[in-house]
């Protein structure tokens, strides 16, 4: 007979306490850096509308054109979860490097990015002060691309294994710092040059290889280097990486993908003027306080799926997933209400620091956005929780084939709204709208279908001989 403890939602394995143990960390460290972006931007609003308007294209551009290695990268989290949970720890050290060299492989080719930033913001055909602006910002944080993708690798160690309050302490600190130099050189304050976007792009950089130093040092130490296998395993694995690049591609490639899709979307939607960008900026902006926070509940699904099916145990690795699943739909059908029924009480923010006549017009835009965002954000919990059990699983393939089939419909459809039928932004944000769903929903059934149960990326002989261990 099954004790309460065993049977209850919350206490039992893999139930709401283990889930969140795991998560909260992770949950806790993405979210800090959302309220940190969220203030930045609110820095840049005051200093500038223009300079707000023009980091998130930008951006996006950037994060774009590193999707590819870092998430080959971030797919070292599931190599170390399942050799964690197959009990191979000697094997976790070279995972990590592996990531790590992809990261340094890229510095060199990110740098001669910069130049040709110009050209890619004139194609998009925005306003030419804009299009400078969208060029500095880009152009500063193009420098801590390489820390990214190392930072990435560097953190599954810990986010791998479970230890998941390291990988919050750290990311924290970096958002604090990020914060710190924002305030200190967007407006010049106590001293610092005043360098408004050229700042904001100089303090990201600045935190993101504050991660890489953290990490390392903290990985370093005496008591991890001999049983990881971290200074001995740093030379490069010909066979490792190879299973690296085989089930993190298709990862990196999905990022790519979707985010690139996105990023041709807002570049698209440049074309509707300034006023549209700002209003569409600060809704996505507002957004994150849900959306970004939930990433961290799908890093900690992906790391329990990994340990479970390490240890050959997918009934467990289910169990995680739909407790997750509750979890991020609670968080996300709360949020949704607030967004519907409170929209002032997080615009806050935005009205104290933009002239009211101006704001006037962008509240009853973005009123209408958060909208759009209340309804796709049911979906979207849908969508971290399930395709992270994919991913913890291995099941990329499958990923990588649904963002081929997926991201082009609603660039053409953005497009063709805009430039055939003249379309505004409502039509965007529809177009959006119905993507999120779609993707939700394929997602959920690939799920349901259970073939990821079978599914391992570590060598064949770690899963035999854990299973001879039980």
């Keep these: 007979m099954q004790s309460a403890e065993e049977t209850s939602w ?10 969140l143990r795991l998560s909260l960390p992770l949950i806790v460290s993405t979210a800090t850096w959302t309220v940190m972006n969220f ?8 200093h500038s509308m223009d300079e707000m308007a023009a980091v998130l294209p930008a951006g996006m551009l950037h ?13 070292a989290n599931t190599f170390v979860a399942q050799y964690h949970g197959a009990n191979r720890p000697e094997r976790i050290g070279p995972a990590i490097w592996q990531g790590v060299w992809i990261g340094v492989a890229c510095i060199p080719l ?12 004139a194609w998009a055909g925005h306003e030419p002060k804009m299009a400078r602006l969208e060029t500095i910002f880009y152009q500063t944080v193009a420098i801590s691309a390489g820390g990214e993708i190392i930072a990435a690798s560097l953190a599954a160690f810990f986010i791998g294994r479970g230890k998941t309050r390291v990988a919050m302490s750290v990311d924290a600190l970096a958002a604090i710092l990020n914060g710190i130099l924002d305030y200190l050189l967007i407006f010049g304050n106590f001293g610092f040059p005043q360098w408004g976007i050229v700042g904001a792009g100089v303090a990201t950089s600045l935190a993101l ?19 990881f296998n971290l200074w001995r395993g740093r030379r490069l694995d010909g066979p490792l990486l190879r299973r690296l690049l085989r089930y993190g591609g298709p990862n990196g490639l999905q990022m790519f993908l979707e985010i690139f899709a996105f990023t041709l979307y807002l570049l698209l939607m440049g074309r509707l003027g300034q006023w549209a960008m700002t209003a569409t900026n600060l809704a996505f902006n507002i957004n994150s306080l849900a959306f970004v926070p939930m990433l961290g509940l799908g890093q900690g699904v992906a790391t329990i799926v990994g340990h479970q099916l390490g240890q050959n145990r997918p009934d467990m690795a289910q169990r995680a997933s739909w407790t997750a699943y509750w979890i991020a739909l609670g968080y996300m059908g709360a949020m949704s209400a607030v967004y519907v029924l409170l929209p002032d009480l997080i615009l806050i923010a935005h009205s104290l620091v933009v002239k009211p006549e101006e704001f006037a ?19 979207d919990a849908m969508n971290i929780v399930f395709v992270s059990t994919l991913k913890g699983a291995g099941d990329t393939r499958f990923i990588l084939l649904t963002s081929a089939c997926m991201s082009p419909p609603p660039v053409i459809a ?8 003249h379309l505004g932004l409502m039509w965007c944000w529809i177009v959006i709208t119905v993507w999120v769903i779609l993707l939700g929903l394929i997602y959920f059934a ?14 064949p002989d770690v899963v035999r001989e854990e299973e001879s261990l039980v």
Excluded at 39 to 46: A, E, P, T, Y
Excluded at 110 to 121: E, G, W
Excluded at 361 to 379: E, G, N
């Design 10 to 19: 919350w206490s039992r394995p893999c139930g709401g306490r283990d889930v």
């Design 39 to 46: 203030i930045d931007r609110m820095f840049l609003l005051k």
């Design 63 to 75: 994060f774009t054109l590193i999707c590819i290695p870092l998430g080959i990268a971030l797919y």
């Design 110 to 121: 990110f740098l001669a990015t910069i130049p040709l930033a110009p050209l890619v913001f």
């Design 209 to 227: 290889w504050f991660r890489v130093i953290a990490y390392a040092g903290l990985m370093m130490r005496a008591k991890y280097r001999g049983q």
């Design 361 to 379: 017009d962008l509240r009853a835009a973005i009123v209408v956005l958060l909208r759009f965002v209340a309804l796709y954000s049911l979906f």
């Design 414 to 421: 953005v497009w063709i709204g805009i430039n055939r039928f």
């Design 446 to 459: 690939r799920f349901l279908q259970g073939h990821w149960r079978e599914m391992r990326v570590i060598e």
